[in-house]
C-alpha cells in the first residue's frame, strides 16, 4: 500500500498562491493515479483535480478550473498542486490521493476510486 505525505500548506492572503506537494513511498508510484481532495469546516471532502499515471490527462472541479493544477513527476514519486488567484472560499484541509490502476490514461473522480489518503495539509486563505 502506498503511503502519501503531503506539504506547502499554509496562511496566504486572497489572490495568492500556494503549490502543495504530495511524496509518495512506493516504487510502483507510477502506476497510481493521483488526486487531491479538500474539506472545509462542515463540508464533505470533495473533489479538486485528479491526473493519470502518465501525466498526460487531468481533470478539475468547476470552482478550480483555470486557477490550479496538477502535476506529477514520477522519477521523484511527487504530485503537485499549484494554487493560483486563491479565494477565502478555497480554505479547506487538502488531502492527496493514490488509486491503482492498470490504465495510464486512466483520471480518478470518485473518492471511492482511490485506495490510500494522506494525512492532510492546511490551507487558509484570508480576506
Known amino acids: 500500500q502506498v503511503q502519501l505525505v503531503e506539504s506547502g500548506g499554509g496562511l496566504v492572503q486572497a489572490g495568492g498562491s500556494l503549490r502543495l506537494s504530495c511524496a509518495a513511498s512506493?516504487?510502483?508510484?507510477?502506476?497510481?493515479?493521483m488526486g487531491w481532495f479538500r474539506q472545509a469546516p462542515g463540508k464533505e471532502r470533495e473533489f479538486v483535480a485528479g491526473?493519470?499515471?502518465?501525466?498526460?490527462?487531468?481533470n478539475y472541479a468547476d470552482s478550480v478550473k483555470g486557477r490550479f493544477t496538477i502535476s506529477r513527476d514520477n522519477a521523484k514519486n511527487t504530485v503537485y498542486l499549484q494554487m493560483n488567484s486563491l479565494k477565502p472560499e478555497d480554505t479547506a484541509v487538502y488531502y492527496c490521493?493514490?488509486?491503482?490502476?492498470?490504465?495510464?490514461?486512466?483520471?480518478?473522480?470518485?473518492?471511492?476510486?482511490?485506495?490510500?489518503w494522506g494525512q492532510g495539509t492546511q490551507v487558509t486563505v484570508s480576506s
Open positions: 491526473i493519470s499515471w502518465n501525466g498526460i490527462n487531468t
Open positions: 512506493r516504487r510502483t508510484f507510477s502506476s497510481y493515479a
Open positions: 490521493a493514490a488509486g491503482f490502476t492498470g490504465q495510464p490514461m486512466a483520471v480518478m473522480y470518485f473518492r471511492y476510486e482511490y485506495t490510500a
